[in-house]
T-cell receptor
Framework: DGGITQSPKYLFRKEGQNVTLSCEQN?????MYWYRQDPGQGLRLIYY???????QKGDIAEGYSVSREKKESFPLTVTSAQKNPTAFYLC??????????????FGDGTRLSIL | AQSVTQLGSHVSVSEGALVLLRCNYS??????LFWYVQYPNQGLQLLLK??????LVKGINGFEAEFKKSETSFHLTKPSAHMSDAAEYFC????????????FGTGTRLQVTL
């Protein structure tokens, strides 16, 4: 079955450490997205990519970095510059270009906590 | 700026009662609207979407929503709540020219009681 796989499900970060969250999709979607979810705040967009080797900052990109070397993969690195990284991170994919009316498909998330 | 507002962060209904979750949007251009459901520690699952075809949209699990342009609303309803409907519900909006980005409301947690 096609879908989005996020790993790991739970992740712990030490002070000053960078950690990378994995997101892989086999839906043949061009666009991929990273969201951060905090209680009571809904989902906030961190980064998005509409095509391989290209990505744009979302609303809360500071302290995060991404890469898009393959269509299927869009890893997110939470750097030590992100002072409040504890959150639930969701990856999504969807059709790009004319797909404004197309829904995004979500992975099951990674919960990141500080040690 | 375009935005979406969900009124009520928590809604509690009895099993068998009507479910009504409110969503209002602000936009100067025609919106595309979505409702998603999230169960604990899971991702979001699409319930339904409005894409300017029919104003009354039917989704999965017996949910439906009606687009009302005059009220800038897209409220989610279900005639009879079931215990399994307990979850968090998110309204989201996208617009032509925004690179397919979604703007989410802050969510409404639905509790279903016996």
């Amino acid at each position: 079955d096609g879908g989005i796989t996020q790993s790991p499900k739970y992740l712990f970060r030490k002070e000053g450490q960078n950690v990378t969250l994995s997101c892989e999709q086999n839906l043949n979607h061009d666009a991929m997205y990273w969201y951060r979810q905090d209680p009571g705040q809904g989902l906030r967009l961190i980064y998005y990519s509409q095509i391989v080797n290209d990505f744009q900052k979302g609303d809360i990109a500071e302290g995060y970095s991404v890469s898009r070397e393959k269509k299927e993969s869009f890893p997110l690195t939470v750097t030590s510059a992100q002072k409040n990284p504890t959150a639930f991170y969701l990856c999504a994919s969807g059709k790009a270009g004319t797909g404004y009316n197309q829904p995004q498909h979500f992975g099951d998330g990674t919960r990141l906590s500080i040690l | 700026a375009q935005s979406v507002t969900q009124l009520g962060s928590h809604v509690s209904v009895s099993e068998g009662a009507l479910v009504l979750l409110r969503c209002n949007y602000s936009s100067s251009v025609p919106p595309y609207l979505f409702w998603y459901v999230q169960y604990p520690n899971q991702g979001l699952q699409l319930l339904l979407k409005y894409t300017s075809a029919a104003t009354l949209v039917k989704g999965i699990n017996g949910f439906e929503a009606e687009f009302k342009k005059s009220e800038t609303s897209f409220h989610l309803t279900k005639p009879s709540a079931h215990m399994s409907d307990a979850a968090e519900y998110f309204c989201a909006v996208s617009f032509t020219g925004t690179a397919s980005k979604l703007t989410f409301g802050t969510g409404t947690r639905l509790q279903v009681t016996l």
